[in-house]
């Protein structure tokens, strides 16, 4: 079969992209495909018009890849695509879409407040802080509503600290959320297909769940797959992600990341695209369920071909 | 591109999670400290050719006649070919080191021979020294910021890096001398300081005669070393030169390290250090662990380059066209970046350094700023703490006039709307805007702000 692998692109996350769409293409040869690299750029239509693949592997993330962008071109052009389609994508990498689904069908998400800058820069909404900061209390946590790994995201201990925290996350991109700190163990739960695989745990090296940039420092964190979860835990987790992947309409496959915290489980977000490289953990979680990394990436390839996969 | 093509021996890379977990099982304490980070995959995309990178350290090799760089390979192909293709001396060879005696006398400095080893870059150099002087656990002290590229390796060696704030003179000697005493008081003796004393990386600051002065009597005095990397001195644009450090100790307590990098060619990977006999003698060990000889080809070219005696005449260009490039930078600063921010005003070298409001980050700037396709290094980089996160590197010798002009402009819009953001969100105003000030190089001097100082 004649695979195209998409990666790379404009987006901030291209580094990681560009490691995720080589693993991906020595497990697609190693599969006996006829593999065709291709770094999303301004030649990307004119591209796989030449090329005419079976079917385009998306290893691409964040924006103009993980958000619907690439997925939209791929569906004019009739070409098979792995992971979700257009509209998931668009959900997943918009956190404040995303929560706002979750919220809809009852699942668990920690409150927050999204704005624009718009709201700030017109409407006076900056009147409105203390308010809400109330609402939340604190510490909260401040993202840029679309962003991939720990760009752009702050926490904030103080009243003082929030607006600080407003402008790195505004650099990101026009929509912010502010949202209430959840406290507990932070897990990871990969879904291939329709089923949720062995769940990740993420634990903080130096115990410091403040730090987000730590997650991606090999050492600062180590992951354990399977968590180590009572029956009951299991189960709670499981359903809040499998309920997060329908709500959210991803296909193929998705990470959903929550924290496990005394009220029980709490989705922070969903990555429609989630990180293929040799540290993520998908591959991890698909290992832990007996899957190598040929066979997670020929079952993704599957499941892209399906009929109803579209 | 058509096709790809498969290699038919090529490695089943990077098989499987439990095989990085097996690999770590393997791994030395030292990798630990050694980070990737979210923020360096962020400096990927610095690398797009959309780009305008003001974020390398790059010097500008377009300038090199291409016609008298071909006619000196010829030259050695045609007469040195069997030498220059063998391995050398692990010193490197004793014309290279004629060469470096006569940039090193171009600064009033005059080593004997026998202290010098030709190294892979001034890089290697700072390798060496750390490979050389320090265990783990072991206090190494340098500028706060510090140049980004030394502070992998001294992480490298689990150095204890203690930094030293920086002010318009260079390093606080008196914070030197206080946290020398304060580390006496513990028992704890420092290996070495090291400094960029002139036009320093990052922060372009040069190091004040009186505080050279200090430094090596602190020196002598404590009886530590003083890691003196000097890669820029011949490149000054204005104001009087000053005596290199290992000129005013005499190298008894001065480590010296030079490169061809600036001068002539970052692709040649030559540098050298000049260091105490005693101390010499294990960096040569060093050296021979780590890769027997520096290239010979390059030291042949560098022979070849010295033999037509025009070298200082091609600093002189570089001096007048960084000069130029150096005033454009400054000048699109007063127009473009806001009151709030501050910069360095260097004499020479690559770099300038500017200082934002404390509530910007600028690691979240860049990710702002590369939409707009422009690149910096956020000052962090700069540092082991965490410090600099409301500062910035910026080069200047790298891309044209007109570039600087541009990325400039961009940086400078970036900065002001999260500068009237933050308005917006405090009720604070922004500071008036700045006179662009039109007098010469003394008009309109900003201090060298303490990156961290609000």
């Known amino acids: 079969m004649k695979v195209v692998v998409l990666k790379g692109g404009r987006s901030l996350e291209r580094g990681v992209s560009l490691r995720s769409g080589a693993r991906v293409e020595d497990a697609l040869e190693r599969l006996g495909h006829e593999v065709v690299p291709l770094d999303a750029g301004s030649d990307l239509v004119r591209r796989l018009n030449e090329e005419r693949p079976d079917v385009a592997f998306v290893a691409m993330h964040g924006l103009g890849g993980e958000d619907g962008t690439a997925q939209e071109l791929l569906e004019i052009l009739g070409i098979p695509f792995t992971g979700p389609g257009v509209a998931a994508c668009t959900r997943c990498m918009d956190k404040v879409l995303a929560k706002h689904a979750m919220r809809e069908v009852g699942i668990p998400t920690p409150d927050f407040l999204a704005f624009n800058q718009t709201a700030f820069r017109e409407l006076g909404a900056a009147d409105s802080l203390s308010q809400l900061e109330q609402r939340l209390g604190f510490p909260l946590v401040v993202k840029p509503s679309r962003g991939g790994s720990s760009l752009g995201v702050k926490f904030a201990a103080s009243a003082a600290e929030v607006p600080q925290a407003l402008i790195s996350a505004f650099s990101y991109d026009d929509r912010v959320l502010l949202e ?9 739960v990969s879904v291939l297909g329709d089923e949720a695989l062995p769940v990740v745990e993420a634990i903080p090296a130096d115990g410091d769940s403040y730090d987000f940039e730590a997650r991606y420092e090999i050492g600062r964190t180590s992951f354990v797959c399977p968590a180590e979860l009572s029956e009951s835990e299991r189960a709670a987790v499981t359903e809040a992600a499998l309920g997060t992947y329908r709500a959210l309409g991803c296909s193929g496959f998705a990470r959903i990341d929550l924290i496990l915290g005394e009220a029980g489980p709490q989705v922070l977000e969903a990555n429609a695209i989630p990180g293929l490289t040799d540290t993520s953990l998908l591959p991890q979680a698909a290992e832990a369920a007996g899957l190598s990394f040929e066979q997670l990436v020929e079952r993704i390839l599957d499941l892209a071909l399906q009929p109803s996969a579209a | 591109m058509t096709e790809t093509p498969t290699p038919p021996q090529r490695r089943s890379a990077h098989t ?16 630990k400290v050694m980070r990737s980070s979210a923020m360096r995959d962020l400096m990927a995309v610095t690398a797009r050719p959309e780009v305008i990178s003001l974020a390398g350290g790059l010097p500008d090799t377009s300038t090199f006649p291409p016609k008298s760089f071909a006619a000196q390979m010829t030259r050695i192909a045609q007469e040195s070919a069997a030498e220059a293709l063998q391995y050398g001396p692990t010193e490197g ?11 090193m006398g171009a600064e009033g400095m005059l080593p004997d021979p026998e202290d010098i080893i030709v190294t892979t870059g001034g890089q290697q150099a700072i390798d060496l020294v750390c490979k050389t002087l320090v265990d783990p656990g072991d206090v190494v002290l340098c500028e706060a910021p510090t140049y980004p590229g030394a502070v992998p390796v001294f992480c490298s060696y689990q150095a204890d890096v203690i930094q030293i704030e920086c002010d318009e003179e260079g390093m606080r000697i008196d914070e030197l001398e206080a946290l020398l ?8 003796r420092p290996k070495f300081v090291y400094s960029v004393p002139s036009f320093q990386n990052p922060s372009g600051v040069t190091l004040s005669l009186a505080r050279r002065r200090r430094l090596v009597e602190l020196a002598r005095l404590h009886e530590i070393l003083v890691v003196e990397d000097n890669p820029y001195g011949l490149l000054r644009y204005s104001g009087e030169p000053l005596p290199p450090l290992y000129q005013l100790d005499g190298g008894d307590f001065v480590v010296y390290i030079g490169t061809f990098s600036k001068i002539l060619s970052p692709g040649i990977r030559l540098g050298w250090a000049v260091a105490p006999p005693p101390v010499m003698a294990k960096i040569v ?3 021979q662990a780590s890769d027997l000889c520096t290239s010979t080809l390059t030291q042949y070219f560098v022979h070849e380059y010295f033999a037509e005696g025009q070298w200082q005449s091609y600093i002189e260009d570089l001096i007048e066209l960084y000069r130029g490039r150096r005033d454009t930078m400054i000048e699109a600063l007063r127009e473009h970046f806001p009151a709030e921010a501050t910069w360095t005003e260097p004499e020479g070298g690559l770099f300038l350094w500017a200082t934002l409001p404390s509530y910007i980050d600028t690691g979240d700037l860049l990710a702002k700023a590369l939409r707009a396709d422009v690149a910096f290094v956020p000052g962090q980089a700069a540092f082991v703490d965490g410090r600099g996160r409301n500062s910035m590197r910026l080069n200047f010798s790298g891309v044209g006039d007109d570039e600087i002009r541009e990325g400039i402009r961009r940086i400078g819009k970036t900065i002001a709307e ?9 009720g604070e105003q922004p500071a008036a805007p700045k006179p662009v ?17 609000a």
């Open chain 2, 16 to 31: 499987s999670t439990r095989d990085l977990e097996r690999y770590a099982g393997l791994f030395a304490e030292r990798t």
């Open chain 2, 418 to 426: 999260q500068v009237e953001l933050y308005g917006t969100l405090t």
């Open chain 2, 93 to 103: 060879f004793e014309e290279t080191k004629d060469c470096i005696l006569q940039v």
């Open chain 2, 285 to 287: 060990l060093g050296k």
């Open chain 2, 437 to 453: 000030v039109a007098d010469e190089e003394q008009g309109d001097v900003l201090p060298f702000r303490k990156a961290g100082e």
């Open chain 2, 181 to 188: 005493d304060r580390l006496a008081d513990e028992g704890r």
């Open chain 1, 180 to 188: 209430r700190f959840a406290a507990g163990r932070e897990l990871a």
